[in-house]
């Protein structure tokens, strides 16, 4: 577990990015887009986990482009580590746009890496991942799972009601069809205006700003995400004097959503100080969380 | 009432479950899962009556109309709840109303079952990180796609066997007795609070730390406003905008002392 420690924190540490020669990346081609697209549908939420949520799934669809673009192999075990970290969007909308996005900048990074310029950050990768996952998928939800799926149910729900067995088998393949055809039309478009706005920070010398801009929304949206995702309240409750006091209404009258933001922080600062362990920092979370809960504290 | 299947009818309709539930049938398992149809399907098929079979699953269908799992979490596992309804519904002779009777209450205990899957995911981190840090392509691909499958197999299918063989609506008052369980409370409480991980990770990733007001400043927008029930579309445009803001002044600055 140390070896992943210490180069997940080299990966932290090592944001000013020193150029650094490789060889030549292979050129992305369609088959390329479409093996990380299908990678990226096949695997989507079999390693749904609640601390990565489906980064494996994107990192799993991002491993053929990855190995075409990265022939020096430190530089690979570090492009997979930081697809590894955590990622939760759509799938289509979502994670089709930004497979194309992702190949785009990472293809620009290290075509620099290998004309000895200064690459695109890992900083600048991970920022326009995460600023970008979560507007994505609110509307890829609400358009595919919402609207898309139930309209061929809708469509052929009659035949269902008369026990035929087509009114569940065309819902199914209508749905499969469309979302997986539109899903790759995203990665292809992600892909080409990944390439174009690659060209423009590259060139433009506009970067640090870049990076900073994308810093806000990557930070933002994890507020957000933070405030609407992590569920923690208090259950704990007292009675003293035939007078009940309840913790969760007491800490609502000083600072509603104390919980959840501190154990975020708490997690924040176990990492600033002790490196991004992150099997630890779960291990403790789980244990806390376990033992807390238990005895109805939260 | 006769409520038992053959040995095979009730493995081949566990394995079904697995399939859909553990998603190693890719994106489109999705409305497999959200939608009882194709269930009721393979239910029909594997029992011999599709007729009815689709003519029950259709009635479960408008119950679930208009399910969706906003960031993942669906209230109620249609699929489950359909694998041991319809069966049950069959055997029975239960009219398509009754059939709803058990599988609301199925589907409820399913979708605690689909969470502790994400939890026990975990024990597939390891092996990934180490194939991640080691640059080893092949071990990271059955990493991600072959230990949670195992996982959901070896999760579902004796669950779900042992629900079909010995009776559906044994496990329907099982669920309602425990729903209110230290087990289920512990349960949520984990689930609820594991997301606090990710995210702090994530913050770290970003780094930068003289740009952490923005991370108070949405969540606390996000709290303040949860009665709101605001759009992620739209907090995303506020993000962006802050973040232009941002570029905009700061680069001023640095223009006005050159």
Request: aromatic letters at 12%; hydrophobic letters at 50%.
């Amino acid at each position: 577990m140390s070896e992943i420690n210490q180069a997940a924190q080299s990966d932290v540490e090592s944001q000013t990015d020193e150029p650094k020669r490789i060889p030549q990346p292979d050129k992305i081609t369609n088959k390329d887009l479409m093996k990380s697209w299908f990678g990226w549908w096949w695997a989507n939420e079999v390693n749904h986990t609640f601390d990565r949520m489906l980064a494996p799934a994107f990192c799993f669809g991002l491993i053929p482009a990855l190995k075409k673009l990265y022939k020096d192999h430190d530089e690979l075990a570090k492009a997979f580590q930081r697809h590894l970290l955590f990622f939760n969007t759509q799938a289509t909308w979502g994670g089709g746009t930004l497979t194309g996005v992702t190949i785009s900048l990472e293809e620009a990074r290290a075509k620099a890496m290998a004309n000895g310029e200064q690459p695109i950050s890992e900083d600048m990768i991970n920022n326009t991942k995460v600023g970008l996952m979560g507007p994505l998928a609110g509307i890829g939800d609400s358009i595919d799972s919402g609207t898309v799926q139930y309209i061929f149910i809708a469509i052929f729900l009659p035949f269902a009601q008369k026990g035929n067995f087509l009114g569940a088998l065309l819902p199914f393949l209508c749905f499969a069809i469309a979302t997986f055809t539109y899903g790759y039309y995203f990665t292809k478009l992600g892909y080409s205006l990944g390439r174009a706005a690659a060209k423009e920070i590259m060139t433009g010398g506009r970067m640090a700003g870049i990076i900073d801009g994308l810093g806000v929304l990557g930070l933002y949206m994890m507020g957000i995400l933070a405030g609407q995702y992590i569920n923690i309240k208090s259950y704990f409750k007292f009675t003293i004097n035939d007078k009940t006091f309840d913790i969760q209404q007491i800490l609502n009258t000083i600072l509603p959503g104390i919980l959840p933001l501190t154990a975020v922080l708490l997690l924040y600062l176990y990492f600033q100080k002790q490196g991004l362990k992150i099997t630890r920092g779960l291990l403790y979370l789980t244990g806390a969380l376990i033992l807390l809960s238990i005895f109805y504290i939260i | 009432m006769h409520v038992t299947l053959s040995v095979w009818q009730a493995l081949l309709i566990a394995i079904w479950v697995a399939l859909v539930e553990s998603r190693i049938l890719g994106f489109a398992t999705l409305t497999m899962r959200f939608s009882p149809l194709m269930t009721g399907m393979m239910v029909g098929i594997i029992m011999g009556d599709l007729k009815s079979a689709m003519i029950v699953t259709a009635a479960i269908q408008l119950v679930y109309m208009g399910f969706v799992a906003p960031g993942g979490a669906l209230p109620a596992e249609p699929a489950i709840a359909t694998a041991i309804a319809v069966p049950v519904a069959l055997l029975g002779h239960m009219s398509p109303q009754g059939a709803i009777a058990i599988a609301v209450p199925v589907g409820l205990l399913g979708s605690y079952l689909y969470q502790f899957r994400f939890f026990l995911n975990t024990f597939a981190l390891k092996p990934m990180d180490k194939f991640a840090a080691e640059g080893n392509a092949r071990g990271l691909r059955l990493s991600i796609m072959g230990i949670p499958t195992i996982i959901s197999f070896l999760l579902f299918i004796p669950l779900i066997f042992i629900a079909l063989y010995f009776g559906a609506p044994v496990i329907s008052g099982v669920v309602s007795n425990i729903t209110h369980g230290t087990v289920i409370h512990v349960l949520n409480s984990v689930g609820g609070g594991l997301a606090a991980l990710g995210i702090a990770v994530i913050m770290q990733v970003i780094g930068k730390q003289k740009l952490l007001p923005f991370f108070f400043l949405a969540y606390f927008m996000s709290v303040a406003f949860a009665k709101l029930q605001i759009n992620m579309t739209i907090y995303a445009i506020f993000g962006t905008i802050f973040a232009i803001l941002y570029v905009m002044f700061t680069s001023n600055r640095a223009s006005d002392k050159a």
